[in-house]
């Protein structure tokens, strides 16, 4: 066992310590005025500056690697975070609703560019041997930022306004474009048609289908729970809706683990069982042990599913392609919870919200067949 451990590469670098400042400035950035800026736009705007920013953000990750071809990982970062954070001190001087959707557009088309580019840099500064884990601590790093400044923005905006929730937004983003120098300077191979090719690729495109599955499920809770749950306590739908992501960061980490010793294909079909069973515990909505216990249940199948989907579409690239599964993945979250909340939307009014969600929970089990045909690294 000693000389296994002393075999084992290095996981965290300081190249790697570079990089988290990055995924904490961006996390921060994209989730500190996500709920935010509906505020400010109003209940007539709302939606629509939330569609902007999602529509932008599917559209640019798909283009990212493009652009990552043509000017190298850190100056897409470095863009992807100017344009994530500076729009924001716009609104700090006009609330006029078409500025807004502007700067959601601008921001959406920072987000992407920021966590594709740098979702790709990162997996190649994780050695192959303990990608699994490396990526689990990444979406730590990245998560408990994204957990925190969610609720601190609606926090901060209603006790201290709106600007300061912008500023802060653009502080923490662009100071975190001083990491950016400290990254590799080499150049690493990127394939330009990597997107294209590797949708045509159904040995990635299977896992990304698999993910925006879980994906769909995770917009169906997080849009409709707190509506679901409004005759139960306060404290019922609040308590769930943490532990989904906190079983789902806990999850990663040891599906990191789990998935570096046997293989990360292992791990699709037990997250996805997960996801299913976590999905009907949330749809006994009158018993809060079972909307807790089921939002777990959920978190630690979708985190499973987080890590085993990445790792598993690294694995299967050639070099030079990694920021084409980063775009794929990315795009396939987005849509995924996009497809789920609409979807749910049309169906919660003559079915009612247990139905619903019973129906999500029966929706991801055919996932579970095409799961079974990808069981190998």
């Known amino acids: 066992m000693t000389v296994e451990l002393q075999l084992r590469p290095r996981l965290v670098s300081r190249a790697l310590l570079v990089r988290f400042v990055s995924i904490a400035g961006s996390a921060v950035g994209f989730f500190l005025p996500l709920s935010v800026v509906p505020l400010y736009a109003g209940q007539d705007g709302a939606g629509l500056a939330t569609v902007a920013l999602l529509l932008a953000t599917v559209a640019a990750e798909l283009g990212t690697p493009r652009l990552v071809a043509r000017v190298g990982y850190r100056w897409a970062l470095a863009a992807g975070l100017v344009l994530l954070g500076l729009p924001t001190l716009v609104l700090t001087v006009s609330d006029d609703l078409r500025v807004i959707v502007a700067v959601s557009v601008v921001r959406g088309i920072g987000y992407a560019i920021a966590v594709v580019a740098g979702g790709a840099v990162t997996a190649l500064l994780i050695p192959a041997e303990r990608r699994g884990e490396g990526l689990a601590l990444v979406g730590i790093v990245g ?22 929730v912008f500023v802060a937004t653009a502080v923490a983003t662009l100071l975190a474009l001083l990491s950016v ?9 990127v394939a330009e048609d990597g997107v294209l090719a590797s949708l045509r690729n159904p040995v990635l495109t299977r896992p990304a289908m698999l993910f925006a599955v879980s994906a769909a499920a995770v917009g169906v809770l997080v849009t409709f729970l707190p509506l679901a749950a409004a005759d139960q306590p306060a404290w019922v739908a609040a308590t769930a809706l943490l532990a989904q992501p906190a079983a789902a960061t806990a999850a990663r980490w040891v599906a990191g683990r789990i998935g570096d ?25 009158g018993t809060p042990a079972a909307v807790i216990g089921g939002a777990l249940g959920f978190g630690a199948g979708f985190g499973a599913l987080q890590n085993a989907t990445l790792s598993l579409m690294y694995t299967r690239v050639a070099a030079g392609g990694e920021s084409a599964v980063s775009a794929i993945w990315n795009a396939a979250y987005d849509l995924g919870m996009a497809a789920g909340a609409l979807g749910a939307g049309l169906v919660i009014g003559p079915a009612g919200y247990p139905a619903t969600f019973a129906l999500t929970a029966v ?11 990808d069981r190998r690294p």
């Open 143 to 164: 998560g408990i930022p994204s957990l925190l400044a969610l609720p601190a923005g609606v926090w901060a905006a209603a006790h201290w306004g709106y600007a300061p």
């Open 181 to 189: 120098p400290g990254l590799p300077r080499r150049s690493f191979s």
């Open 261 to 285: 010793r046997h293989g990360p294909a292992w791990l699709l079909v037990p997250g996805l069982l997960l996801c299913a069973a976590g999905m009907a515990g949330v749809a006994c909505t």
């Open 363 to 373: 929706l991801v089990l055919p996932a579970v067949l095409l799961a079974r045909r």
